[in-house]
């Protein structure tokens, strides 16, 4: 076997959703996590005057994560970003690439940030325990 059937089989063999490998999303999801994390202690630490990790134990937010799979899943490919199988961008150039993942962190933070108010308020409402303030 030559090295170029080698590397080939070893690129078939590597898990990968809708043609983006497992490991890349799994890094931008703990990339994400991460910034998550940092962006709300400094929010606190900015509106409250608080630095507080909030019970985390590591600095990272799972949810954030969790939903760059669902919108890879949605979009496939954010650097040339589609809605309804539409492209948003006509043509791609390193520009739309760069807004086209501005948009997805930004939809990311959106969801992230409605799913924590819904999950709150539903919480509040069923069992009148006030998860956050």
Known sequence: MNKRTAAAEAEARRFKIFGVEFVYLYLFGIALAFVGFVAENAARLVGFGILDSRFHILPFISPYALIVFALHLLVLDPD?????????????????ELYSN???????????FLGELAVGNLWDSLFGVELWN
């Open 80 to 96: 040339d970003l589609t809605f309804f199988g539409r492209r948003v961008f006509e043509k791609r150039c390193r520009k739309t």
């Open 102 to 112: 501005l948009i997805c962190y930004l939809v990311i933070c959106a969801f992230v």
